[in-house]
């Protein structure tokens, strides 16, 4: 159903909520009860000379009535490398929470702690994890999750000889310190 077409359903809930029947708001609005009926089902097109007395006595605006054009809702955001690691974005830039799927290469060791603002969340959706949280290194595999204060020293790589995935979520503060820098 487009945007117009869905101006007479939205007007016939509106009346209905507020309690008014046909006759009631077509003659605060100065037109025939039968006016008002076709612009409710569709069969007579709507115009502003129609609509502004309508909405005035529903208390709504003329925007109430049109829904807006829903963005497409793909994300089309492309993935990038930095330090052997491959994040890519699953989330819009202007998402309150950043959402990525990062990949983390092999690694023997854990790379040095870090501490910064923030706030993550991660899940692991394939290989093994190391999670080191200031003094405790955790390991967590397939379906494991872990949350933590950023400001808490903390690393995370794969752990053994294959990559790990994960889905990542960061507030603002984390995001900024894990994704925005120069790729590699």
Do not use: C
């Amino acid at each position: 159903m487009t945007g117009l077409e869905q101006i007479g359903p939205r007007l016939r809930a509106a009346r209905q909520d507020r309690g008014l029947t046909l006759d009631e708001l077509a003659g605060r609005a100065g037109m025939s009860t039968s006016t008002l009926s076709r612009l409710e089902s569709g069969k007579r097109q709507a115009s502003l000379e129609l609509l502004v007395p309508l909405t005035r006595h529903l208390g709504i605006r003329i925007d109430d009535l049109v829904p807006a054009e829903q963005p497409d809702p793909r994300v089309r955001r492309p993935a990038t490398t930095r330090h052997g690691h491959v994040i890519a974005p699953l989330t819009r830039e202007s998402s309150p929470v950043q959402t990525y799927k990062v990949t983390y290469p092999p690694s023997d060791a854990a790379p040095a702690p870090r501490i910064h603002d923030g706030f993550e969340w991660f899940y692991v959706l394939s290989g093994r994890v190391r999670l080191v949280l200031d003094d405790r290194e955790l390991v967590l595999g397939r379906g494991e999750a872990a949350e933590f204060d950023t400001r808490i020293p903390h690393s995370i790589s794969a752990v053994g000889a294959r990559p790990a995935e994960v889905i990542s979520i960061f507030n603002a503060a984390g995001e900024r310190m894990h994704t925005l820098t120069a790729p590699d």
